[in-house]
């Protein structure tokens, strides 16, 4: 299969300098490009003069995660896509494991690595971890990871496995899919367009997998960090996204009823820590959730399965009433 590693950027030079180097030595069974998103440091110039192997495409403006790829994909011909961050560092071999698994299930979609941290190369990395999953309210949370709770890598997740969503850190994907399911939707700007993504695969009758034997390290944070309050925004609103364009049923609109009642009990929390910033940005994202709500509802109608793919019914009450803070202490069935 022709693969494409594509990584999108925007102002991100020194990401370039640090860890560009590392994805052309360790894929060589890959086209590398490096997406450019209307970037005003001297990314472009940067790479065409040191890494002359390496494709630029040229984005017209900063449409974000989703629109970005979008754009960027769309004329390339490769069989598999490889959505992969700026500020990741592969490991030899990284890519084999993930491609090997797409050629021999045919019904996989979709497929991840195991998701380390940078800084703390025994612990998962935040986004993604080993395989990502949502509760009934849309909540995302990981093998290795829930809510701010990290685990050690000790292998006990090291056996590959269906989830819901692969990072957006290092997504890949078949290019066929990728196109009938309609790609990322540019709504979302950036945060959580990949869980809408995968669950939409799930929806169509897809499997995404979690590939241990492939092992990154992702910094996180190195477009927005987790106490910007677009993050915030983006993230709170996004979510509301997702549970009303995936999630089956009529109770749809009961769930979101309590996410809303949550997300505010959140805002409250933001408050009184003295994060006001924060707190706005909840209330942004309600009133950015209510304008956008009937669009995402059209979109529902198109795309919607009648499969329940959430095995949790809340993440929250299981992590902060039960105090369950790791994956291996919740009773989650494979899909």
Same mark, same amino acid.
């Given at each position: 299969?022709?693969?494409?590693?594509?990584?999108? /950027?925007?102002?991100?030079?020194?990401?370039?300098? +640090?860890?560009?180097?590392?994805?052309? +030595?360790?894929?060589?069974? !890959?086209?590398?490009?490096?997406?450019?998103?209307?970037?005003?440091?001297?990314?472009?110039?940067?790479?065409?003069? /040191?890494?002359?192997?390496?494709?630029?495409?040229?984005?017209?403006?900063?449409?974000?995660? *989703?629109? $970005?790829?979008?754009? !960027?994909? *769309?004329?390339?011909?490769?069989?598999?896509?490889?959505?992969?961050?700026?500020?990741?560092?592969? =490991?030899?071999?990284?890519?084999?494991?993930?491609?090997?698994?797409?050629?021999?299930?045919?019904?996989? *979609?979709? @497929?991840?690595?195991?998701?380390?941290?940078?800084?703390?190369?025994?612990?998962?990395?935040?986004?993604?971890?080993?395989? $990502?999953?949502?509760?009934?309210?849309?909540?995302?949370?990981?093998?290795?990871?829930?809510?701010? =709770?990290?685990?050690?890598? #000790?292998?006990? &997740?090291?056996?590959?496995?269906?989830?819901?969503?692969?990072?957006?850190?290092?997504?890949?994907?078949?290019?066929?899919? &990728?196109?009938?399911?309609?790609?990322?939707?540019?709504?979302?700007?950036?945060?959580?367009?990949?869980?809408?993504?995968?669950?939409?695969?799930?929806?169509?009758?897809?499997? @995404?997998?979690?590939?241990?034997?492939?092992?990154?390290?992702?910094?996180? $944070?190195?477009?927005?960090? !987790?106490? /910007?309050?677009?993050? =915030?925004?983006?993230? %709170?609103?996004?979510?509301? %996204?997702?549970?009303?364009?995936?999630?089956?049923?009529?109770?749809?609109?009961?769930?979101?009823?309590?996410?809303?009642?949550?997300?505010?009990? *959140?805002?409250?929390?933001?408050?009184?820590?003295?994060?006001?910033?924060?707190?706005?940005?909840?209330?942004?994202?309600?009133?950015?959730?209510?304008?956008?709500?009937?669009?995402?509802?059209?979109?529902?109608?198109?795309?919607?399965?009648?499969?329940?793919?959430?095995?949790?019914?809340?993440?929250?009450?299981?992590?902060?009433?039960?105090?369950?803070?790791?994956?291996?202490?919740?009773?989650? +069935? #494979? %899909?």
């Amino acid at each position: 299969m022709k693969t494409a590693v594509v990584i999108l /950027n925007w102002n991100g030079v020194e990401l370039l300098k +640090k860890f560009l180097s590392s994805v052309i +030595k360790f894929s060589p069974e !890959a086209n590398i490009y490096v997406a450019d998103n209307a970037s005003t440091d001297n990314s472009v110039k940067y790479i065409k003069e /040191n890494f002359q192997e390496v494709k630029v495409i040229q984005n017209k403006e900063n449409g974000g995660f *989703a629109k $970005g790829y979008n754009e !960027a994909l *769309a004329d390339l011909r490769e069989d598999v896509f490889v959505l992969l961050n700026s500020d990741v560092e592969v =490991t030899q071999n990284w890519l084999q494991p993930l491609l090997k698994h797409l050629k021999l299930n045919p019904k996989t *979609a979709a @497929v991840q690595p195991k998701i380390l941290n940078y800084k703390r190369k025994d612990y998962f990395e935040y986004a993604g971890a080993a395989g $990502g999953y949502i509760d009934k309210l849309a909540f995302p949370y990981c093998r290795g990871r829930i809510f701010d =709770t990290l685990e050690k890598d #000790e292998g006990q &997740y090291n056996d590959i496995c269906s989830v819901l969503w692969a990072s957006g850190a290092c997504l890949v994907i078949r290019k066929k899919v &990728y196109e009938e399911v309609g790609g990322l939707d540019e709504d979302y700007f950036a945060h959580q367009e990949e869980i809408d993504l995968c669950w939409r695969i799930n929806n169509a009758g897809y499997r @995404v997998k979690f590939i241990p034997n492939s092992k990154i390290y992702h910094v996180g $944070g190195a477009t927005l960090n !987790a106490m /910007n309050p677009q993050k =915030t925004y983006l993230n %709170f609103r996004n979510s509301l %996204f997702n549970l009303l364009k995936n999630s089956p049923g009529f109770q749809v609109y009961l769930l979101i009823f309590f996410r809303l009642v949550l997300d505010g009990i *959140a805002g409250i929390k933001f408050f009184l820590e003295g994060k006001f910033k924060h707190t706005w940005a909840i209330v942004r994202a309600h009133f950015g959730f209510y304008k956008r709500a009937p669009k995402m509802y059209k979109k529902r109608k198109k795309q919607l399965s009648k499969k329940q793919h959430v095995q949790i019914k809340s993440i929250v009450w299981k992590y902060y009433i039960e105090k369950k803070k790791k994956f291996s202490d919740l009773k989650q +069935k #494979e %899909f």
